[in-house]
């Protein structure tokens, strides 16, 4: 029962993630003037539906709740049939396309970041109460440091007897040109070393150095306290940042070097996931989660690949740029063919996915 709970849970995130991403376009798309054929959340069978009086709208809520949909009139029409239909999407001015196209990804961003600060304004920020571990990340080559026999890894722990907590520079500083070399105290696997480094005046700083580059971190265990709102406002920009960061990175791997294709997912795996997460660490788990995908989902849209929103804005900007549109039929077709591929992976992962749960 427990595992049929956090399945559902999984299903209703990713529908959370996707019904975000239409209303972005859809909100979009009313504020320009744009005509919205249908806009569903979820898919499957309709449970419910309506038709909006003014807008001409037709509103459905779906059985599987994964999902959900915005469609515009004459969008994708190959044949075109709705040409000259004046609430076709591609009769409207190329500006107003584009913010209703690129919506959609930026409403992920934006869930991605209301998430992660509604989460640290009622949790509060990480912190870690133990004491601050300054560690040698490198040595530059030549350095006081080297030929003192610093290497990377070690841990300081004490200069001329007294203990090192992060300010590994205040001590460096007091050291006056005749003074006796620093008396430094390192641990390097199992045992301390002791050495001895003469700093040197750096012009480029204006300051004293030995020539390490220094990682400090802090141990213990780490406890939650709130902070200022403009801390927390920062720190979740900080932290969504660097999941986009880490995300685009990961995926220029993929792309440049096909690291990382034996861990993609198809839906399947998702879920899994999901509640695999949620399962072990709850409600906080479940919200990181939903930051990560969500970020993930937004970048992965604007993929310059046909289907995707990447490549309607491509289209779009080419029109702008060049003061005329892209053939529509051929548009179409690329963006069917798209379809078409995207599900075929869909498909390939998705049987990969089922293959390893009874591997």
């Known amino acids: 029962m427990g595992t049929i709970i ?27 003037g744009i005509a919205v054929r249908a806009f569903g959340v979820g898919f499957g069978p309709k449970l419910l539906s309506w038709t909006g009086k003014k807008s001409g709208t037709e509103y459905s809520l779906r059985l599987v709740p994964c999902g959900g949909f915005c469609a515009f009139y004459g969008e994708d029409d190959a044949q075109g049939k709705d040409k000259e239909d004046p609430r076709s999407m591609l009769l409207q001015p190329a500006w107003k396309r584009l913010i209703t196209i690129a919506a959609g990804p930026v409403m992920n961003f934006v869930l991605a970041f209301v998430v992660a600060l509604a989460f640290f304004m009622g949790y509060g920020l990480p912190y870690a109460d133990g004491p601050i571990v300054t560690t040698v990340q490198s040595v530059s080559a030549g350095s006081p440091a080297e030929q003192a026999g610093f290497q990377a890894n070690d841990v300081i722990l004490s200069v001329n007897d007294q203990a090192i907590n992060g300010n590994l520079s205040a001590y460096v500083d007091t050291w006056q040109t005749g003074d006796a070399p620093l ?32 990682l400090l971190t802090r141990q213990g265990e780490t406890v939650w306290r709130r902070a200022p709102f403009g801390t927390t406002l920062s720190h979740t920009w900080n932290v969504c940042v660097s999941a986009g960061g880490a995300m685009l990175d990961a995926l220029g791997r993929l792309i440049t070097r096909g690291e990382g294709v034996d861990q993609m997912s198809g839906p399947v795996g998702v879920i899994t996931q999901i509640a695999e997460q949620t399962r072990e660490y709850k409600l906080m788990g479940y919200l990181n989660v939903l930051i990560m995908i969500s970020i993930n989902l937004g970048l992965v849209n604007l993929l310059p690949i046909p289907g995707l929103d990447g490549c309607r804005i491509l289209f779009v900007l080419f029109e702008m740029i060049f003061r005329r549109p892209v053939n529509r039929k051929v548009e179409a077709y690329i963006h069917l063919a798209g379809y078409l591929l995207l599900l075929g992976v869909m498909v390939y992962f998705t049987f990969h996915d089922v293959i390893n749960i009874f591997a």
């Open 183 to 214: 008396r430094v105290t390192v641990q390097r696997g199992g045992e301390q070393v002791e050495l001895q480094v003469t700093p040197f005046d750096s012009e480029a700083e204006g300051r004293k150095l030995i020539g390490v580059n220094i």
């Open 6 to 32: 956090y399945i559902l849970l999984a299903l209703l995130l990713l529908g959370i993630m996707v019904t975000v991403h239409e209303l972005g376009h859809f909100c979009a798309a009313r504020a320009c």
